[in-house]
């Protein structure tokens, strides 16, 4: 079946600290990758996306993803976090087999002072 | 100007209650979708419309009945309120080649 996992619900660190999300899908086709963030009591927003081409993908505020193909990955990363980062983050995939975009569970990431 | 829009922001209403979401964007896109994000932010998408047309219809209660006045409207009406469907629902709307969905910025629902 279609999915899409996201490893952690929740990720407490500090300011300065390096972040990484996992996100795995389960589609052997072409897919094409998205991460959103939706700041609290906000809408999401697209961070970056993946769609064909060099699989390092820079995107908004700093943060990057790289797809790895063989491992059905997209983890997103951010060298060195700000206290504003503090958010939901959600994976998405979308297929033309699937035509929808289905989004991963997401991932509370906090960041302490 | 919001690119998708949808009203109310807020709503809180009694069991049994009707009530309607409206969505409107000015994209120019011919995919609209409607989202419920529940409590501890799950993100499950309801149903979507491909130029009037609904496309995807997810396991949702008959209760919801999506429609569609045109490509640039989706409104979602709910009849017989549960306490479950306490919830954030999103709007969103994507070109038909699917590279990006942008979302509305919610409108947050209490039964109570």
């Known amino acids: 079946a279609q999915s899409v996992s996201q490893h952690n619900h929740h990720v407490i660190l500090s300011e300065a600290a390096s972040l990484e999300l996992g996100c795995n899908y389960s589609y052997g086709g072409t897919v094409n990758l998205f991460w959103y963030v939706q700041y609290p009591g906000q809408h999401l927003q697209l961070l970056l996306k993946?769609?064909?081409?060099?699989?390092l993908v820079k995107g908004i505020k700093g943060f990057e993803a790289e797809f790895i193909k063989s491992k059905f990955s997209f983890n997103l990363r951010k060298p060195s976090v700000q206290w504003s980062d503090t958010a939901e983050y959600f994976c998405a995939v979308r297929t033309d087999s699937w035509g929808k975009f289905q989004f991963g569970a997401g991932t509370q990431v906090v960041v302490t002072p | 100007d919001t690119a998708v829009s949808q009203t109310p922001k807020y709503l809180v209403t009694q069991m049994g209650n009707d009530k309607s979401i409206k969505c409107e964007q000015n994209?120019?896109?011919?995919?609209m979708y409607w989202y419920k994000q529940d409590s501890k932010k799950f993100l499950k998408i309801m149903f979507s419309y491909n130029n009037k047309e609904l496309i995807i219809n997810e396991t949702v209660p008959n209760r919801f009945s999506p429609k569609s006045p045109d490509k640039a409207h989706l409104n979602l009406h709910i009849n017989s309120l549960e306490l479950g469907d306490s919830a954030v629902y999103f709007c969103a709307s994507s070109p038909t080649s699917g590279n990006t969905i942008y979302f509305g910025e919610g409108s947050w629902l209490t039964v109570v």
């Open positions: 993946y769609f064909s081409g060099d699989p």
């Open positions: 994209l120019g896109h011919d995919t």
